[in-house]
């Protein structure tokens, strides 16, 4: 990446743009954007480790559509081994149906119908519930939104269910541009899959679609990746090492301070133990940091202090860096390494991301915005005007410190309450146009083919090596932002 103009001071990402270069790609679509890092991504995007943004669902989400979900550091092994099961168990293509029974009510399918951007759910009997497919599980038909309308909400799902308009079967599923084209010809927009009477998963139009543009970010045995954070305090190489046999494919070393010597103690007794993982540790700034981590056994370096929507460490510290030029320099200090870097916080466009690549990043970390869609863990609230959100929080704050340290006694959890970094509650609204995080990365990668293609770039290396940047003023920014009121 060049400079147009040698800045004079640090900057983050609303202070640069990027200039067009004379391009010989000649398709969009013909750009690769997969992630250059060991880590498997096909796109070069990651769900962070908060406790509002990554689940299960948010994890086979992303990772169906070729990033990565990292599980937060603060949920239990059990609950790690149990998700991480499941996760490898989903279908790479086919998604995963919303399951009631017969027996449930209308009530129960309105509430499941917030939790996946599926417009019906299946009716099942017998099997286990949302783990299937199980033995013995009957599909029995499915509840579309509409059937729910105007009836008594205690209405049983026997009631309302229907037989599908359409099914594939799973043996016999025909091409994804086929498969689109029957269910635009039925003008049918969820279609459950079956194997004979179970249930395998469902295939939508727009899920059609994106399997046919973003390849699954698989691990070796075929099935759907996944990362999981663990902090610097405890037994680290013990929980590293039992998140490795439970099959998480990428494990964050995650603290706020990332270029302290507990991080590299914990990070060098990790890396002793030649787990087959990609070993990504952070946060940090400088190029000192990135030397570090690496040296105790980093393949790849978070990077970003302070830029995160929920994070207060600026305002309370002063501590940290505008992103653009943490990312530019820590980026520069890893490859001299041949190591990557994640850049991770302060994304709010999808310019952001592209900035983030260009800098250097083979990856790009999004937490709150990603926060404000269907598949983060939250429950979906709707407020006074009936917009829908979700409500997010920092890993720093009161309340998650709270969570965090409730095996330890009163007083010790009272003194770790004061160190609160973060914001304990916000509105991460869900934007009607794109409920799902799968409308977000569908908008981001679109802004990112495009951005690469505007640099003459075929991939994430040229991008970084092609991309010319400028440094703008506030009006500069203003003036590129769309106006949907006259002025
Ligand atoms: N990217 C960012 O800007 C930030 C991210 N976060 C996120 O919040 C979560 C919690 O992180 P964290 O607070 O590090 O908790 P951790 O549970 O990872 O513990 C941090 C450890 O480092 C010690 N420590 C020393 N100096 C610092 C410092 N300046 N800040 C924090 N810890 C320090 C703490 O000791 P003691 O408590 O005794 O001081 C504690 O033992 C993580 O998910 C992290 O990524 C938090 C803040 C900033
Ligand atoms: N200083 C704090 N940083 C936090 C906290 N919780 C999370 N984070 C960091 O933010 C990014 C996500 O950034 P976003 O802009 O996409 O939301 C996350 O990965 C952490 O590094 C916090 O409480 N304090
Ligand atoms: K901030």
Redesign the pocket.
């Known amino acids: 990446m060049e400079f147009l103009t040698t800045p004079t001071t640090d900057l983050t990402y609303a202070d640069v743009f990027l200039v067009p270069s004379k391009s010989e790609v000649t398709s969009r679509m013909d750009v690769d954007i997969s992630a250059d890092d060991a880590t498997g991504a096909t796109i070069p995007l990651v769900s962070a ?2 406790t509002a943004v990554t689940g299960r669902r948010m994890v086979e989400t992303m990772a169906r559509r070729g990033g990565m979900g990292i599980l ?2 603060d949920v239990p092994l059990d609950v790690i081994e149990q998700v991480a099961g499941w996760v490898k168990r989903r279908h790479p293509v086919f998604e995963t149906p919303l399951r009631v029974r017969p027996t449930d009510t209308v009530l129960d399918v309105l509430h499941l119908l917030g939790k996946r951007n599926h417009p019906a759910v299946c009716v099942v009997e017998g099997g286990t519930g949302e783990d299937g497919p199980v033995e013995e599980e009957i599909f029995v038909g499915i509840v579309r939104r509409e059937d729910c309308e105007g009836v008594d909400r205690f209405s049983s799902v026997a009631s309302v269910l229907r037989p599908p308009a359409l099914t594939f079967e799973a043996g016999t599923f025909p091409s994804l541009q086929e498969a689109f084209g029957q269910l635009d010809t039925a003008g049918v927009a969820y279609a459950p899959v079956l194997d004979g009477t179970a249930l395998v998963g469902v295939m939508t139009p727009s899920g059609a679609l994106r399997s046919g543009m973003f390849a699954p970010a698989l691990d070796r045995n075929g099935a759907l990746g996944l990362g999981a ?1 663990v ?3 405890g037994d680290v190489a013990g929980r590293a090492a039992a998140l490795a046999e439970y099959g998480v494919d990428v494990l964050v070393l ?4 990332g270029h ?1 010597q ?2 590299l103690d914990a990070l060098a007794a990790v890396k002793s133990l030649d787990l087959p993982v990609p070993l990504v540790a ?2 940090v700034v400088s190029a000192g940091g990135v030397r570090e981590l690496v040296a105790a056994g980093a393949d790849i370096i ?1 990077v ?5 929507a929920m ?1 207060t ?1 600026r305002m309370m ?1 002063a ?2 860096r505008p992103q653009f030029s943490a990312v530019l320099d820590c980026a520069a200090a890893a490859r001299d390494l041949g190591k990557h870097v994640w850049a ?2 302060g994304v709010r466009y999808p310019r952001d991301v592209a900035l983030a690549l260009a800098a250097g990043a083979s990856q790009v970390m999004i937490g709150s915005w990603f926060a404000g869609t269907v598949e983060s863990p939250g429950d979906l609230v709707a407020d006074a005007d009936g917009r829908h959100y979700k409500e997010s929080f ?3 704050s009161a309340r ?2 709270q969570n ?1 340290t409730k095996a330890e006694d009163a007083y010790s959890r009272a ?2 309450a004061m ?1 609160e ?2 914001i304990s509650t916000s509105r991460m609204y869900l934007d009607p146009e794109r409920p799902s995080v799968e409308d977000l990365l569908d908008m981001i990668t679109a802004g990112v083919r495009s951005s690469m293609s505007y640099a003459g770039a075929s991939d994430l290396a040229q991008f970084r090596e092609r991309a010319v940047v400028g440094v703008q003023s506030a009006a500069g920014y203003e003036e590129g932002r769309p106006v949907r009121q006259s002025w």
């Open positions: 480790n908060m937060p550091q954070a902090g610097i305090n995650d603290t706020a301070h302290q507990k991080m952070g946060n978070k970003g202090v302070g830029p995160g994070c460490t510290t501590v940290g991770d916080g920092g890993m720093a998650a410190v965090r003194r770790k160190f970094e973060g």
